[in-house]
């Protein structure tokens, strides 16, 4: 066999395989240019607060990979543009359906209520606010202290249970770093029912609410209590009587009268007088 004709055979095998090398790199490379390896995707351009709406002020579109875009992420602001944030969003971060009011359901607080749902405010100090630690958020239970109708004293009844504080004074969001904070006025999400149980405790007595953890949302029957069941001390005992004196008292015993007759003699001017005892008639 002809060396040169192999040697001839082998360098044609190897200019084709590379060539064929070469454009199968340029196919793909050129499949790659060709296809967008980034999506536009609607984010803040700034952080927006709850009940904010949105619009082209405070929305912008960013470049986000293709390989790695969040599903139900918008790529045109007309698309949420006048719709109500529900949640807070902070400065590049995309808009998302969940965070989102219907549309058509307002601004500011309202977007928060669900379908069916109240909001329902009653006035609050430092101790009916559980001293300033109700955020928006928060879980609740409302609790009302009541004169009973025969003015007997005082009850005291759990009312509502695992209630959501919608707002606390003007906050619709609690404080990042949770300073306390005395507020006038809370804002609690309701059923309608229980808006008027609401209303009917804070005109017909005094109102509490008892903070609860926010996982905690278990129901459990309660009684009132009246100052009967606080009070729960002892009364110390008091001075034993003294013991009383019993007299054996002997029954006196009269003693039977005796009986006598008595005979006058008369002589003349001259008179007498004389006793017999009758003999006994036993």
Same mark, same amino acid.
Do not use: C
């Given at each position: 066999?002809?060396?040169?004709?192999?040697?001839?055979?082998?360098?044609?095998?190897?200019?084709?395989?590379?060539?064929? /090398?070469?454009?199968?790199?340029?196919?793909?490379?050129?499949?790659?240019?060709?296809?967008?390896?980034?999506?536009?995707?609607?984010?803040?351009?700034?952080?927006?607060?709850?009940?904010?709406?949105?619009?082209?002020?405070?929305?912008?579109?960013?470049?986000? %990979?293709?390989?790695?875009?969040?599903?139900?992420?918008?790529?045109?602001?007309?698309?949420?543009?006048?719709? !109500?944030?529900?949640?807070?969003?902070?400065?590049?971060?995309?808009?998302? %359906?969940?965070?989102?009011?219907?549309?058509?359901?307002?601004?500011?607080?309202?977007?928060?209520?669900?379908?069916?749902?109240?909001?329902?405010?009653?006035?609050?100090?430092?101790?009916?606010?559980?001293?300033?630690?109700?955020?928006?958020?928060? @879980?609740?239970?409302?609790?009302?202290?009541?004169?009973?109708?025969?003015?007997?004293?005082?009850? /005291?009844? $759990?009312?509502?249970?695992?209630?959501?504080?919608? $707002?606390?004074?003007? @906050?619709?969001?609690?404080?990042?770093?949770?300073? %306390?904070? $005395?507020?006038?006025?809370? /804002?609690?999400?309701?059923?309608?029912?229980?808006?008027?149980?609401?209303?009917?405790? !804070?005109?017909?007595?005094?109102?509490?609410?008892?903070?609860?953890?926010?996982?905690?949302?278990?129901?459990?029957? /309660?009684?009132?209590?009246?100052?009967?069941?606080?009070?729960?001390?002892?009364?110390? %005992?008091?001075? !034993?009587?003294?013991?009383?004196?019993?007299?054996?008292?002997?029954?006196?015993?009269?003693?039977?009268?005796?009986?006598?007759?008595?005979?006058? $003699?008369?002589?003349?001017?001259?008179? !007498?007088?004389?006793?017999?005892?009758?003999?006994?008639?036993?």
């Amino acid at each position: 066999m002809d060396t040169k004709r192999i040697v001839l055979a082998l360098g044609v095998a190897l200019v084709l395989a590379a060539a064929a /090398t070469v454009l199968l790199y340029k196919g793909i490379r050129s499949q790659r240019e060709s296809q967008p390896q980034s999506k536009k995707v609607v984010v803040a351009a700034k952080p927006i607060e709850s009940g904010s709406v949105l619009g082209p002020e405070n929305l912008t579109l960013v470049d986000w %990979p293709i390989n790695n875009v969040i599903p139900g992420s918008f790529s045109r602001i007309d698309e949420v543009a006048g719709r !109500s944030l529900i949640y807070p969003v902070s400065e590049k971060q995309p808009v998302l %359906p969940p965070y989102l009011a219907a549309p058509g359901s307002g601004i500011g607080l309202t977007v928060k209520i669900p379908e069916g749902m109240r909001a329902t405010s009653v006035r609050s100090n430092e101790v009916t606010g559980v001293a300033g630690f109700l955020y928006p958020g928060s @879980h609740v239970d409302v609790l009302v202290t009541y004169k009973t109708p025969n003015n007997q004293g005082q009850l /005291t009844q $759990t009312v509502l249970q695992d209630v959501e504080v919608l $707002t606390a004074g003007q @906050h619709q969001e609690p404080d990042p770093q949770g300073k %306390p904070e $005395t507020v006038n006025v809370v /804002t609690l999400l309701l059923t309608p029912q229980d808006s008027e149980k609401l209303v009917l405790a !804070s005109q017909e007595g005094s109102i509490q609410f008892v903070l609860r953890n926010g996982a905690d949302n278990s129901k459990v029957k /309660t009684a009132p209590v009246n100052m009967s069941e606080v009070i729960t001390g002892v009364k110390p %005992p008091g001075p !034993s009587p003294a013991p009383k004196l019993m007299a054996k008292v002997k029954p006196v015993v009269k003693p039977k009268p005796e009986n006598f007759y008595e005979v006058e $003699t008369i002589e003349g001017e001259k008179r !007498s007088t004389a006793k017999f005892k009758a003999p006994d008639s036993e």
